[in-house]
């Protein structure tokens, strides 16, 4: 069954056709000042009289969708990490490039094909760079990505090695959104910046649609980690189409974690209002300025009584490391950080408590982080008498 949808912005809620010509609502972007996050994003919303399969809840049709390994990841119980006896890792680190980026690429490739077009436009801090050039190389589309000349230089590797074309920034994150939507509009092409195009809130539902299939029923409790807010926009939504079909009935608390050093929205929901920060983390996949899915993550924490919590860079290096140890599962910082905070809030949170930790991207592509917290053996022996 093909399933009717719209946009409808979330701010006014007027209603657009999904098309590719459209990405924010042409009535509230014009609110836009900069150093902001971005006004006037799009949810895509269903219509139907009749009962809906969660396999239907996509905006366009399964056909378009390419044959790749994206999405359906490991939900598994770490029986050594924790005594919490429903403690869930859901390994996104399972995904095609090693990131859960993945899931908003394949829904913008997707889009891509049936419309015919070739090639797609975005800039990323690292890992929406390398998704969208590996998912890009597997479609057969030309991508072009802008990256802040300080990304992780495995993140650079990996997209090159894809066959992306990479534009180096002489600037921040920031400046290479901007130089690459000026680019995209000069040359008509298609856009996957995060939170500028819908697809990619949409398209990272995905994984709630999975946590409840994979479980048979809602968490109680969601950890994600959060930069631009786009993955916890992603998350509240699948949670909310579940809800609107029927097959849930509450939605679950979402804890967003951040750094320390990386706390626009944590902020934002204590005070209400966003101040610009100068980001500094070791978590560069949640290091940001402004998260430009600012506003829309904020109204989801808010409308549903979601929780924020921030830890340290220690702490995350050593959850990193616990969670190697202890699970067999190597995350980058970005994606242990909920672990850290799971360790930091475990005493409020009841002990049979359904728990889902997102462990978004694999510890490989940052492996001079993981370098802090290791010894590396002194010398290279000859034999085995010189064992100590
Ligand atoms: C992008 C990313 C995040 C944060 O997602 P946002 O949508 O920016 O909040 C977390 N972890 C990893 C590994 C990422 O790549």
């Known amino acids: 069954m093909s399933i009717q949808s719209k946009y409808k912005c979330s ?17 509230c972007r014009e609110k836009q000042k900069p150093e902001e996050p971005l006004h006037g994003i799009l949810e895509v919303q269903y219509f139907t009289g009749s009962s809906v399969k969660i396999e239907d809840l996509l905006p366009l049709e399964q056909k378009w969708f390419p044959n790749i390994p994206v999405g359906s990841t490991p939900l598994w119980k770490a029986e050594n990490l924790d005594v919490f006896p429903n403690l869930y890792l859901k390994d996104d680190t399972c995904n095609l490039t090693g990131s859960f980026k993945d899931r908003a690429s394949i829904l913008v490739a997707a889009f891509a094909k049936k419309h015919q077009i070739k090639e797609i436009v975005l800039a990323s801090t690292g890992n929406a760079a390398s998704s969208m050039a590996g998912i890009g190389a597997a479609c057969g589309l030309k991508i072009t990505i802008f990256l ?5 230089r495995a993140k650079m590797i990996q997209s090159l090695q894809y066959g992306a074309k990479v534009i180096s920034v002489d600037g921040n994150y920031d400046k290479a959104f901007d130089m690459s939507l000026e680019y995209s509009k000069k040359h008509n092409l298609l856009s996957r910046n995060t939170a500028y195009n819908p697809l990619t809130i949409e398209g990272k539902k995905s994984v709630s649609l999975e946590i409840f299939q994979q479980l048979r ?9 959060v930069g631009d807010g786009v993955i916890i926009s992603g998350v509240y939504k699948g949670f909310k189409d579940l809800i609107q079909f029927g097959f849930i009935e509450k939605m679950p608390t979402i804890i967003a974690i951040q750094a320390e050093g990386s706390a626009a929205i944590h902020d934002a929901l204590k005070s209400g209002t966003f101040r610009a920060v100068n980001s500094r983390t070791v978590a560069d996949s949640i290091a940001v300025d402004v998260p430009k899915c600012g506003y829309y993550a904020l109204k989801q924490l808010q409308k549903y009584q ?58 490989l592509k940052d492996i001079d982080a993981a370098m802090k917290k290791i010894t590396f053996p002194k010398n290279a022996i000859r034999s085995i008498e010189e064992i100590q």
């Open 11 to 27: 701010e006014c809620g007027k209603e657009f056709e999904i098309l590719p010509d459209i990405m924010l609502c042409p009535i």
């Open 148 to 152: 802040p000349k300080t990304a992780p």
């Open 217 to 225: 029923k809602a968490p109680d409790y969601v950890f994600v980690p």
């Open 306 to 363: 979601g929780r924020s919590i921030l830890v340290s860079d220690e702490e995350i290096l050593s959850s990193q490391k616990q969670l190697s140890k202890k699970a067999g599962l190597f995350a980058e910082p970005a994606a242990a950080a909920p672990y850290a905070g799971f360790l930091k809030m475990k005493t409020k949170l009841p002990k049979n408590a359904t728990i889902v930790l997102l462990i978004t991207g694999t510890g």
